[in-house]
């Protein structure tokens, strides 16, 4: 009798190695440019112009209410705290601008954990943090609209950028690292509530109380004397102070671009990321 023909057992494919690996990476990348592409066939006209029209609003509220005050108690330009009122508001109305472009994020993530989508996400072969990043990308193209207008409204009523070019580059990148950071945890926090009514008051309550009560909008010898050491150190006049560095001004006392003047904004941001990153872990784990 002939000897049984054996059949070759196959090679297992173990998942992760070899050509696996660059066609997962281009499986993934493909999935965050269709959830990006989902993401913004999904952005009505009315959301652009709130995210345009933000920063309007607020340079508009700062500046007129604190026209008059700021020459009376200020000093206006002679006081060598900033050239002119424009100059010394415009960061902080482009960071307010930002931080309200970035709750789209966490809107949008609520909204999605409400209506089962993340869900569905779950028993496909998506990566879990792939939509937050979408999600993220879209956010911070927003945050770039919020930037531009912030920057010509501020021009507008006087802010003048008095660096290079390379200072103008590190304004802009650092007000979008900002957004980004600001929209991986709204997105987070909309992720876990499912609530996508909350997301407004959850947000903009501390946005607006950080924003008053920082140097953005006075100076710290203006506050009472009791609240000096949170006013100060807060992240919002942290980077605040950064901002002003990076653009420059004409008085003698402007902040030079220093590391102890932007230290302490590089800590907050890493310091968020670092709260950021873990808290993604668990949330996103939950998820599956």
Not at 35 to 45: E, K, M, V
Request: aromatic share 12%.
């Amino acid at each position: 009798m002939s000897a049984a023909a054996t059949v070759p057992t196959p090679t297992p494919a173990f998942e992760g190695f070899g050509p696996k690996v660059e066609k997962l990476n281009q499986s993934t990348l493909w999935q965050w440019r269709v959830l990006i592409s989902r993401l913004f066939l999904r952005t009505s006209i009315g959301e652009l112009f709130t995210t345009a029209g933000a920063p309007v609003v607020f340079m508009v509220g700062f500046y007129i209410p604190f026209a008059i005050p700021w020459n009376h108690f200020v000093g206006g330009a002679s006081s060598g705290v900033a050239s002119n009122l424009g100059q010394y508001i415009t960061p902080l109305v482009t960071l307010q601008a930002i931080s309200f472009a970035a709750i789209g994020s966490g809107f949008r993530a609520a909204t999605d954990s409400l209506l089962g989508v993340n869900r569905r996400f779950s028993s496909m072969p998506i990566a879990p943090v792939t939509p937050v990043l979408a999600r993220a990308t879209v956010s911070v193209y927003r945050c770039s609209i919020g930037l531009a207008v912030s920057l010509v409204c501020g021009y507008v009523i006087g802010f003048r950028f008095h660096r290079g070019a390379l200072y103008i580059v590190g304004f802009c990148l650092l007000v979008l690292a900002i957004g980004a950071v600001l929209s991986f945890g709204t997105d987070l926090l909309g992720t876990v509530t499912k609530n996508p009514d909350a997301m407004l008051p959850l947000l903009t309550l501390p946005i607006l109380i950080f924003g008053l009560l920082s140097v953005g909008l006075m100076p710290l010898r203006l506050f009472p004397r009791w609240i000096h050491p949170f006013v100060r150190n807060q992240p919002i006049s942290q980077f605040v102070e950064a901002m002003r560095a990076l653009a420059g001004d004409t008085t003698k006392r402007v902040l030079p671009v220093t590391w102890p003047v932007m230290a302490p904004t590089l800590a907050w941001l890493v310091g968020f990321t670092l709260f950021l990153v873990p808290m993604s872990i668990v949330v996103l784990s939950k998820r599956r």
